[in-house]
């Protein structure tokens, strides 16, 4: 067993609430030895003042906290120059719920609610990477064989 000597826990301000709502983000500030919250430079200052609150009162007395921006930089923009970059966060809303799109049951085991075939969810990733899954082909046995299979369709309705 790994034991840390610092106990760091990040907390999104976009998601207020979250923090002191949903497991394992309570216990983790239970135990946190400093507390940063991030993507300030982006949060109104309500949804601060809520997860500043919500960490105060989870957390141990007088733990750090940092505010801090998510600003994205390259410290090469020649390396990126003209290419189409997909940054990938956590996705919290698929552990902590809260998704306007779909439902499991109450143990998440189960899809319940907006069920999204495999084929349509890759379908939907490669349209929002700016790729027609219909075109995107690979000849393997004998014939073109696509991803998505005979099947597919974008999820418009998650699209922004």
Do not use: C, W
């Not at 301000?13 to 309570?26: A, F, I, K, L, Q």
């Not at 921006?69 to 956590?90: E, N």
């Not at 999204?116 to 075109?135: P, R, S």
């Amino acid at each position: 067993m790994i034991r840390s000597d610092l106990h760091v826990v990040l907390v999104d301000p976009h998601r207020p609430g979250d923090e002191t709502s949903y497991h394992p983000g309570e216990a983790n500030l239970r135990m946190a030895d400093l507390v940063i919250i991030n993507k300030v430079d982006s949060a109104t200052p309500g949804q601060l003042a809520q997860v500043q609150a919500g960490v105060e009162s989870v957390a141990k007395a007088n733990v750090p906290v940092i505010l801090a921006d998510s600003v994205l930089t390259v410290a090469d923009p020649d390396q990126v120059k003209g290419k189409r970059i997909l940054v990938v966060g956590d996705g919290p809303t698929l552990t902590h719920g809260g998704m306007a799109y779909g439902a499991t049951d109450p143990v998440g085991l189960r899809a319940e609610q907006n069920k999204v075939h495999v084929h349509d969810l890759h379908a939907t990733i490669l349209h929002l990477l700016g790729i027609n899954h219909e075109h995107l082909t690979i000849f393997h046995n004998g014939r073109d064989e696509r991803l998505t299979d005979v099947g597919g369709n974008v999820v418009t309705d998650i699209l922004a």
